[in-house]
């Protein structure tokens, strides 16, 4: 949209202030009593143990740790406890007006983040820049920051509205205007979302002069179709959830305060594609809160009830969870205000309560064409839920994992066949060392290793789809991996999926190796099947392994081809802890340039 038409709807329908959140009907109350009874008691107990502690200092040492080390952890721990403790001092401002306590303790935080050197993490952050960084998480405190002030209104000193309003200037409206444009305004994936769309949000808060306003709406807006761009008409976030729930998320808040502001006449959410978006919650989960998590995506996660909410008011097909599902507050560890704020004002008891009745998660199967992923949830006669998951796409997606042809099992929540999500952030984590790391390599996930070599990184390493469907009794996915690896003999690589929904369903597995035929005689290390999983596999007898959880999984293979065996591993998870899991390799024998056949059956018992 035309920064002229933008100046028109402005000048004609411009609606400000607290409306933009709240029900004009809800009154005096800001948010359902019913529905964010729970939520707003872990609020309360955040706010209460803040209290008693002091406002934590970013010292100059705390920010030369990640470029002295690339290490993240010891600068974001407090950066985030700040905006936790901004959040939560004034929601409970909000819903306890007469404590003075959480007024004093919402302006000294402000003050205090008013006060920070940079609003950008030191991973962002450019010394030798000639313009201030926009970053992330400097778009989201202006964004805070701002709303924070519309909520609070007259009980916020005129000094620290003021404060406020100079510091996002300074920081944000006049880089962005003057000095850009900034890198992320074309990206495909959450930066543009975020980044765009927390300036928008500040600037309809607070911009006073239409002009300027339109002429920054216009960006954010162009910016909003990039990260748009980056789905497929399928909807799928190739990023994974966790990055679907936050740069989605973003989009739907600044997409919302502009249909609002405009009484409907900037109304992103008519877009069939947005539509699709919002709907890939639903097709996410494979058990409660267990998550299909292939990329940077955590193995579990708790639903944004109010996010959740709102997409339902725009769009009857998205399914509200059951209320079980909820993210707790705590849940997110970077203290992001939009979703806090909008996890209470968003929430419907009507919503939650007609809900509750259903299945978690319905039996369903989906084939998303523009990741290439096969998901299916079925919910047995038995009783149990199991569920599968498998991926084409290529090597240099958003948050690329190297791990085409990847794929995972779980039954009632718990993996059996595993993907292990996201690692600790660092520098090296994002830089050329990447795929060396067990998490985004593919020697980290199910999938073949061909002569000592491991799939490559980079968009022309890709899966071919020769089958994909989905029924009511079986789903199937064919996929040619060969393209994959790079520097061996390999001519073709055919992986076969056959998920057949029985009352214990199974997974038959068929891989199809061919060399080319000029190839000398392969190595016995030619070709090596991994399988990645959190429980110890046992082997019961010559051909059959076992993999016990909660439920029992078998694995049957042709022990006079295959030889298993099974190490125990570890690294380091995306919040620093050390995990521990394992991978199951099968060893085939030698073979001399002629076809070769892995069959592996994973069958559920009883």
């Known amino acids: 949209m035309k920064r002229e038409q933008i100046s028109e709807i402005l000048n004609q329908s411009r609606k400000r202030g607290k409306l933009l959140l709240i029900d004009d009907s809800s009154g005096d109350k800001l948010w359902d009593a019913a529905s964010s009874g729970t939520l707003i008691e872990e609020v309360r107990s955040d706010a209460e143990r803040y ?107 005129l000094l620290l509205r003021k404060r406020v309003e100079e510091e996002v200037e300074r920081r944000l409206f006049r880089p962005f205007l003057e000095l850009g444009p900034y890198g992320w305004e074309t990206a495909d994936h959450n930066w543009s979302a975020v980044c765009a769309g927390s300036l928008g949000a500040a600037a309809l808060h607070l911009m006073e002069d239409t002009e300027r306003l339109s002429e920054l709406l216009e960006r954010v807006l162009s910016s909003l179709d990039c990260y748009l761009s980056g789905f497929g008409e399928d909807g799928a976030c190739a990023e994974g959830y966790l990055y679907w729930q936050y740069g989605f998320g973003y989009f739907v808040y600044i997409a919302q305060l502009l249909k609002s502001a405009t009484e409907g006449r900037m109304d992103l959410f008519v877009s069939s594609k947005v539509k699709e978006i919002a709907c890939f919650q639903q097709r996410s ?28 008011s725009e769009y009857p097909e998205v399914i509200v969870p059951d209320a079980s599902l909820r993210a707790s507050y705590s849940a997110d560890h970077c203290g992001r205000w939009a979703p806090a704020i909008r996890n209470l004002l968003w929430v419907s008891q009507e919503r939650m309560t007609s809900s509750s009745a259903r299945t978690l998660w319905p039996s369903e199967s989906y084939y998303l064409p523009n990741v290439q992923w096969l998901i299916s949830r079925h919910v047995s006669t038995n009783g149990g839920s199991y569920s599968f998951a498998a991926k084409g796409g290529h090597n240099a997606e958003p948050h690329n994992h190297n791990d085409a042809g990847h794929f995972i099992v779980h039954a009632d929540g718990q993996a059996y066949l595993a993907d292990l999500g996201s690692g600790k952030y660092t520098a090296q984590y994002f830089g050329p060392e990447r795929y060396t790391l067990w998490c985004n390599g593919s020697q980290g996930h199910s999938v073949p290793i061909i002569e000592g070599q491991y799939q490559q990184n980079g968009a022309a390493y890709r899966a071919e789809v020769i089958t994909a469907s989905s029924g009511e009794h079986v789903d199937q996915l064919v996929l040619e991996l060969s393209m994959t690896y790079a520097d061996t003999a390999l001519e073709r690589l055919e992986r076969s999926f056959n998920w057949k929904k029985e009352a214990l369903p199974l997974l038959e597995l068929t891989d199809s190796f061919s060399f080319y035929s000029d ?88």
């Open 51 to 157: 209290l008693q502690t002091p406002d934590p200092a970013l010292t100059f040492t705390l920010f030369r740790v990640y470029g002295d080390t690339g290490e993240r952890l010891a600068y974001e721990q407090v950066y985030f406890e700040r905006r936790k403790r901004l959040n939560a001092f004034v929601i409970m401002a909000l819903q306890e007006p007469e404590n003075e306590a959480y007024d004093a303790a919402a302006c000294n935080t402000i003050w205090s983040i008013c006060n920070e050197f940079t609003w950008c993490l030191p991973a962002h952050f450019n010394e030798d820049a000639e313009r201030p960084d926009i970053d992330l998480f400097a778009a989201e405190t202006g964004f805070a920051l701002s709303e924070v002030m519309l909520m609070l209104g007259d009980r916020l000193p």
């Open 285 to 312: 989960f494979t058990d409660g809160g267990t998550v299909v998590n292939f990329s940077d995506s955590p193995s579990e996660s708790g639903i944004f009830m109010g996010l959740s909410c709102y997409l339902q």
């Open 519 to 606: 190839s000398s005689k392969l190595s016995e290390q030619a070709i090596l099947e991994r399988f990645i999983t959190f429980l110890a596999p046992v082997k019961e007898r010559e051909g059959r392994m076992i993999i016990q959880g909660k439920r029992k999984l078998s694995l049957t293979y042709n022990h006079l081809i295959w030889t298993p065996v099974v190490t125990a591993r570890s690294d380091i998870d995306h919040f620093g802890v050390e995990r521990y899991w394992y991978t199951l390799d099968f060893h085939a024998a030698a073979v001399e340039g002629r076809p070769l056949i892995g069959a592996f059956v994973f069958q559920f018992e009883s």
